[in-house]
């Protein structure tokens, strides 16, 4: 029966045409992906793109607006309490184009270069959305019901802060229905299940000197080594004899000295654990402190003269949660793919949705067409083949949804 009423929403005359405008406007949906990409964005420092996609949305017709965390949101029409819908897609990358050359179309048509992919491809279905609806008059009443937000701080330490940010200042959260994140290209997947994750700094500091003259003094590289070893051993042993969850852990940056011939001074490594099981976080959080605790006793008491100092930061925070398997938001999504022959899979990732999932809200992430690889390289790429089918997608899952409003909540 679902699949039958989403049949009949895109066949009405609108939606239809709504579809094959994806097609049509193919060519400006690909150099507007080129500019925004083009844009640097490095978390933390998202302002410029944000002040150029507040313009783009505006010229679209949109009303729109930049909130105290750097958010982008955007309503159409005079009455923002009309919006019960959000669609996001971060304006964040890990890493950012040197200068605006190194994004390009290679001679293969792929758009090449830092955040193509992610999240360029959310970013760019997001205008590609906003300018189909303000172009449409009879898709007015759709785009009414929708709030558009490009927001900051999805990757890596900004720890999800502008989703955070709307999520608990929103004057009108109470009013949102549902969740719809547009996070990188491919349509396989619907993450309903936020993946829970802690990020630590682990530091060890101390006096350092002369590799050869003040040869006994404690050095934090080697005892920050022995921490990592120690936790990589204990955490593998717990996570084999236990097989409670999907689990990980990365040291991912380890940093300090000066010379190879001088103590150093101090010396720093940044771990991410992320878990089905957020109780089983807290159990390896704790294995951190015992191992760096175990580790600082241990250089201090073989030290010839001054001693270490050690501290663990945690760098971040993210909530889990999970859509139910029955939620209507689910099912509408899952009818949409097979009226479309989308053949996804629901699975578990970190995302924006952590956020409204952790506070019971209905909210999915999934991909915005198209095909992509490298994430979070400088060979990220992004290829624009089987961007229509997403894009079609994400417009018929939101007038599904915003149909069902009319009935019940989501």
Known sequence: MEVRRVAQLAEQTPLFQAQRWFSRERGWINEIHLQLCRIPAATFFEQARAEWFRNELEACGWNAKLDRAGNVLATLGANEDDAVLVVSAHLDTVL???????????????????????????????????????ETPELHGLAASLLL??????????NLSGMRYLCRHHPRIAKLKAFLVLDG??????????????RFE???????GHSWNDYGTPNPVHALANVIASFVRDADFKLSAERRARCSYNFGII????????????????????????????????????????????SNRNARCDRLNAKVKELGSRPGGRLPDQSPLLRTIQAVDSYLNIKSRVDCASTDANVPLSMGLAAVSIGAGGQGGGAHTGQEWYSPEGRDLGLRRVLLILAALTDRTTEQNI
Not at 152 to 157: D, S
């Open 255 to 298: 940093e300090g000295g000066t010379s190879v011939n001088s103590i150093p001074s101090s010396a720093r490594a940044k771990l991410d654990l992320r878990s089905e099981e957020p109780a089983l976080l807290e159990e390896l959080s704790a294995l951190l402190t015992a191992s760096v605790e175990r580790g600082l006793e241990s």
């Open 149 to 158: 937000v490009a927001n900051v701080g999805e990757e890596g330490e900004g």
């Open 96 to 134: 950012a184009p040197g200068r605006p050359e190194d994004i390009y179309y290679a001679a293969d048509g792929r758009l090449t270069g830092p955040g193509t992919a992610d999240n360029g491809s959310g970013l760019s279905a997001l205008l590609a959305l906003a300018r189909v609806m303000a």
């Open 202 to 208: 682990v530091s060890f500091s101390g006096p350092g």
């Open 185 to 198: 290209p491919s349509t396989d997947h619907v993450t309903a299940q936020a993946l829970a994750s802690r």
